[in-house]
């Protein structure tokens, strides 16, 4: 075997960086491959997608999460959570799986802006009826929308839901998954957004430069906040007593983050029947076949606005940080 074969076969193109920073400190580079442990698949990533847990990842922000992601510097060169892909091989342990099986997932510590990623078996085989970037766009952003909405919100048939922040990657899914779910959903997002909401089968729209949500007199059941724009005292008004509110995210400080927001209004939700909850969203393969059949029947289709490749990880980055992404950003690999 030529030297040359011998270097494609144990390397491959992954998006790095040696510190935190702004997406400038990223860079593309030649690193070793993965190789699956015997409960392990390797997949080779045809897709991947943005979310905010990147740019925080990339950034080092907030503070308060360097304890998990590493005090001084980055404990992982790579970034990067979802991915859509084919399996290239798997470990001895994994029996549902085989080479060839297209999939999508998610990789809880980072690594999935390279050409091959190595993850445990919770992956789900890849929609039929999409194309690997739409597929990308899928995992952590859905599985927000659905845990949150289901899980947390509790939310039943016949419920009516709010979604603070309709546009974005977790908002469309929430508006499309709610509505799957049974609910009349209710979107709030700027003016641009509007017809985007209604597209995706919001019952209702309201455009928040115009109109303060908190103040027209109507209720519900869930309240999904994907935005972090209002305080308790603003959010119990549109809330019907038993009702649940789900934080999602917010703007926040370089120390705290969104857990400022949200620290505030769980303090202040404490007392009285109305419940504010904030979780984080976790992979697994039977909500991963949950979202798949919402997929594949139609009821749920991913919003991809921008397409970038590998090495424009950090265009797509600089994109998120401004805050109007009206859907998901996917990486081509």
Known sequence: MSATATEQATTMKAIIREKYGQPDVLRLQEVAKPEPADDRVLVRVRAASVNRVDWYDVTGMPWIARPMTGLRGPKSRLTGRDFAGTVEAVGKDVTNLQPGDDVFGGKSGGGSFAEYVCVPMEVARKPANLTFEETAAVPVAALTALQGLRDHGHLQPGHKVLVNGASGGVGTFSVQIAKALGADVTAVCSTRNVEQARSLGADHVIDYTVEDFTRNGRRYDVMLDVAG?????????????????????????????????????????????QKAVFFVANFNRPDLGVLRELLESGDVKPVVEKRYELGEVADALRYMGEGHARGKLVIKI
């Open 229 to 273: 724009s209002k305080s308790w005292s603003h959010c119990r008004r549109v809330l019907n007593p038993d009702a649940t509110l789900v934080m999602v995210g917010a703007m926040g400080n370089r120390l705290m983050g969104p857990l400022g927001h949200i620290a505030k209004v769980r303090l202040a939700a404490l007392r009285g029947s």
